[in-house]
């Protein structure tokens, strides 16, 4: 740890700080589950915050709208009942591709170019656009990840070329790099964003840790000040920079994203040497840090 600055605070239990606050926008992938089960604790802990009237948002990058999101969730022991609301850079994603509101979003076109598995095609219904085959043909690439688990970044190196030499705006549904999956990494469309922008392209990102999805967040909780709303994630590039941009205070779970960067000896509890290190390095400081979301 650098002298002078203090050390991030490590709490065990989220019941340590919960009153300090009465809104939570929380993050899905590395906090409440890991894509096939809710994490140890995190249950209970949606109950206790729920029992205590704090308002619960979940904010996730996953490229897909809301509801198949939702769904999902359902599917793994995360009922409806638990939280409040649920956003998505999909559902975000679609909203601009609908309204056309937003001055980018307004020039894009109609034609675009997918970089999308099949997973994810509920980002497209109910729009009005066409899917083509080539670069060449389209106005626009809409990436949302990539089609299978084995695959890399340079897979797509001839598509995201041929695109980038066109000059084609890429819109990007799911900022996060990568996201782990049943414990095994996962690369996810923002891995093929940033080689995008690497070959010269142009990236309009839709997520976390953009401020528009955070507003659309206040929005739902109208009435609460900023300083009573904690945003908790496991990235400091999506998470805890989001929360940072808008001004509120953010809880980094270690045992996530970050978990094999920062385990001291026996585990998920984080070494504060190696989270002051990661923090520095990221220039990104939490408000707090806890091994999981546990009440």
């Known amino acids: 740890m650098r002298a002078g600055i203090p050390p991030i605070p490590i709490i065990e239990r989220l019941s340590t700080v919960a009153d300090r606050y009465d809104a939570f926008i929380l993050d899905l992938w590395g906090v409440l589950h890991d894509g096939v089960r809710p994490y140890p604790g995190v249950v209970d802990a949606l109950g206790q915050l ?15 709208r809301a509801a198949p999101v939702g769904h999902r969730m359902q599917e793994i022991g995360i009922a409806a009942d638990l939280y409040d609301v649920l956003h998505s850079s999909g559902e975000e994603t679609w909203r601009l591709l609908k309204e056309r509101t937003d001055p980018i979003f307004a020039g894009l076109g109609w034609r675009f170019l997918p970089l999308m598995p099949k997973r994810d095609r509920s980002l497209i219904e109910g729009l009005d656009l066409d899917m083509v085959e080539t670069a060449s043909a389209a106005e626009f690439v809409l990436v949302t990840g990539l089609d299978d688990a084995g695959e890399t970044v340079a897979d797509y190196e001839g598509t995201l070329l041929a695109a980038a030499r066109l000059g084609r705006p890429m819109v990007c549904a799911n900022p996060d790099l990568e996201v782990i ?3 095994i990494r996962e690369l996810c469309a923002g891995a093929l964003a940033v080689r995008y922008e690497a070959l010269g392209g142009t990236v309009h990102y839709v997520g976390k840790p953009q401020p528009a999805v955070y507003r659309r967040c206040f929005a739902y909780l109208a009435g609460i000040a900023s300083a009573r709303i904690l945003a908790v994630g496991d990235s400091l590039r999506t998470d805890v920079a989001g929360a940072e941009g808008v001004g509120i205070d953010s809880l980094l779970v270690t045992g996530g994203i970050h978990a094999a960067e920062l385990a001291g000896a026996g585990g998920l509890q984080p070494d504060p040497a190696r989270l002051a290190a990661a923090c520095a390095d990221a220039g990104r400081r939490p408000t707090y840090a806890i091994p999981g979301f546990v009440w």
């Open 50 to 64: 729920k029992r205590r009237s704090k308002r619960l948002v979940v904010l996730s990058n996953a490229p897909r």
């Open 181 to 183: 999956r049943d414990g």
